[in-house]
Antibody, heavy 122, light 109 residues
Framework: QITLKESGPTLVKPTQTLTLTCSFS??????????VGWIRQPPGKALEWLAL???????RYSLSLKSRLTLTKDTSKNQVVLIMTNMDPVDTATYYC??????????????WGQGTMVTVSS | QSVLTQPPSVSAAPGQKVTISCSGS????????VSWYQQLPGTAPQLLIY???KRPSGIPDRFSGSKSGSSATLGITGLQTGDEADYYC??????????FGGGTKLTVL
C-alpha cells in the first residue's frame, strides 16, 4: 500500500524559505519510472503543479516558480524535500505530494498525500 | 489563468448524466495523455481517469473519459449526491511541465 505524508512548518514569514518534506512508504524512488510530485492549492482555488523528481534524479519545475524551487530526494529515507525561497503571502496554500509511476499509470498522479497547510504571514 | 480551460461549474439532478470539458492545445492535450481527479470537500484529490479513458481499480464505471484533438471530457452517469466535488483535468504541457485545469465544481441538485 502506497502512502505519502507531507510535513513542515504551518506558518512562515514573508521572504523566508519554506522546506517541506514528503515521507512515503510502499514504493521506492530508486525504481525505474517512479516519481514524486508537488502540487499546491491556495484556499478556494485550483490545483497548481510545482515540481516533480524522478527515480533517476531528473527534475521538472513549474516555469513560473523555477527560480524559487529546489527538489531533492533521499532514497534511503524514502523522502523528497521541496525548498521554496522568498515566500510571499500569495504562496499561502495546502501543499500536496503525490506518487507517479510511469509503468502503471503513464501520465498521472495516482496516490496523493493528505496535504499540509502553509500560511505566509508576518 | 490555467492553460487548460474547464467550466467553473456544472449541475444535474441525481441519476442524471453530466459531462465536464477540458480544453487545451496541441502542446498539451493534443499530444499527451489526460488524467482526471476528483476532490471531495476538505480532502486531497483522487485519481479518477488516466491515459484519457482508463479507470484505476476501485473507480466505478459510472466515470468515463474521452479525448478528441485538443479537448478531453469527463463523463459521470447515474449521478449521486456523493459525487458533489471539484473535478480537475491534468496533462503535460510541452512534456516538461505539468498543468491542471482550473477545476469544475459539480453540484448534484
Amino acid at each position: 500500500q502506497i502512502t505519502l505524508k507531507e510535513s513542515g512548518p504551518t506558518l512562515v514569514k514573508p521572504t523566508q524559505t519554506l522546506t517541506l518534506t514528503c515521507s512515503f512508504s510502499g514504493f521506492s524512488l530508486s525504481t525505474s519510472g517512479v516519481g514524486v510530485g508537488w502540487i499546491r492549492q491556495p484556499p478556494g482555488k485550483a490545483l497548481e503543479w510545482l515540481a516533480l523528481i524522478y527515480w533517476n534524479d531528473e527534475k521538472r519545475y513549474s516555469l513560473s516558480l523555477k527560480s524559487r524551487l529546489t527538489l531533492t530526494k533521499d532514497t534511503s529515507k524514502n523522502q523528497v524535500v521541496l525548498i521554496m525561497t522568498n515566500m510571499d503571502p500569495v504562496d499561502t496554500a495546502t501543499y500536496y505530494c503525490a506518487h507517479r509511476d510511469m509503468g502503471i499509470y503513464d501520465d498521472a498522479f495516482d496516490i496523493w498525500g493528505q496535504g499540509t497547510m502553509v500560511t505566509v504571514s508576518s | 489563468q490555467s492553460v487548460l480551460t474547464q467550466p467553473p461549474s456544472v449541475s444535474a439532478a441525481p441519476g442524471q448524466k453530466v459531462t465536464i470539458s477540458c480544453s487545451g492545445s496541441s502542446s498539451n492535450i493534443g499530444n499527451n495523455y489526460v488524467s482526471w481527479y476528483q476532490q471531495l470537500p476538505g480532502t486531497a484529490p483522487q485519481l479518477l481517469i488516466y491515459d484519457n479513458n482508463k479507470r484505476p481499480s476501485g473507480i466505478p464505471d459510472r466515470f468515463s473519459g474521452s479525448k478528441s484533438g485538443s479537448s478531453a471530457t469527463l463523463g459521470i452517469t447515474g449521478l449521486q449526491t456523493g459525487d458533489e466535488a471539484d473535478y480537475y483535468c491534468g496533462t503535460w504541457d510541452g512534456s516538461l511541465t505539468w498543468v491542471f485545469g482550473g477545476g469544475t465544481k459539480l453540484t448534484v441538485l
